[in-house]
């Protein structure tokens, strides 16, 4: 197989918090993740296990005998899916289910189709996410979600009674689950799909903007949004990065209006000067 018909999946221990500190460390490369049984399963795309393995030998000599690779074709993904994915509840305000469950009840309902974009709301950063979305959006709103992904957060907006979204997503395997998660919410044609950099994005006029990317880009970011008049809402962050944030939104006159966490994740509620 070439390496774009499959992942290299690296499957981590549970056990004393192992597996939350493998996916800590590589916030930035992982796809995705999702527990099975007594150990967690990382993702990442197909080739990047040798360099993934040389970062992972730098770890403590207790983690290194705690995991295990394999190979996963990626027509297999959503059918693997099928017997672990459960629904994600946030405040029994919203719930995230598969396509296949008609059972689950919340105020609002975003069903889903697991794909390659990886957005299944299970990752503590899109439950904070759309926990701050539901406090900030109100009906007429215009929201530019940034690293849009599979659409979570994008359709999450529309539920939640916004107007106008804009998705902005650079990786392109990402458009056919964003746009089947759209017929799935019988919201055919009403997100635009931006296929496109984030840091290359021009306008940010926009009554909230949200970005559930890692760090790294978000850094890139804040120079961009420093004039924005918008509610900024962030995530793909972990609590140690909380300072390195608050300098870098000094130097770029963007003040941090709230933050929470959960777990090891934090995101950041933040408005220009």
């Known amino acids: 197989m070439s390496s774009g018909e499959y992942f290299d999946v690296l499957s981590v221990k549970n056990e004393n918090g192992y597996a939350e500190m493998v996916h800590s460390f590589f916030a930035g490369e992982c796809l995705g993740s999702r527990i099975e049984g007594e150990t967690t399963k990382l993702y990442f795309t197909g080739g990047e296990k040798e360099d993934i393995e040389i970062k992972l030998n730098t770890l403590p000599n207790t983690l290194q005998s705690q995991w295990n690779w394999e190979m996963q074709p990626k027509e297999d993904w959503h059918l693997s899916w099928q017997d672990n994915f459960h629904p994600v509840l946030i405040e029994d305000k919203i719930a995230i289910v598969p396509f ?119 850094q890139q970011l804040l120079p961009l949004l420093s004039a924005s008049p918008a509610v900024i809402l962030l995530s793909g962050l972990l609590l140690e990065d909380l300072k390195y944030m608050e300098k870098l939104c000094i130097e770029n006159n963007l003040e941090i209006i709230h933050s929470s966490e959960k777990r090891e994740w934090l995101a950041l509620e933040l408005q220009s000067k």
């Open 100 to 218: 296949w469950d008609n059972s689950t009840t919340a105020q609002r309902v975003i069903k889903i189709k697991p794909g390659m974009a990886f957005g299944t709301g299970h990752h503590e950063t899109t439950w904070l996410m759309l926990s701050q979305m539901m406090k900030h959006i109100k009906p007429g709103m215009s929201i530019l979600d940034l690293g849009a992904g599979s659409g979570i957060l994008s359709i999450a907006a529309i539920k939640l009674g916004a107007e106008k979204v804009d998705a902005v997503e650079f990786d392109s395997d990402c458009e056919q689950n964003f746009k089947e998660n759209l017929e799935l919410n019988q919201l055919i044609d009403a997100i635009p799909f931006h296929l496109e950099d984030v840091l290359k994005w021009k306008n940010f006029e926009y009554d909230l903007i949200t970005a559930n990317i890692n760090r790294n880009i978000l």
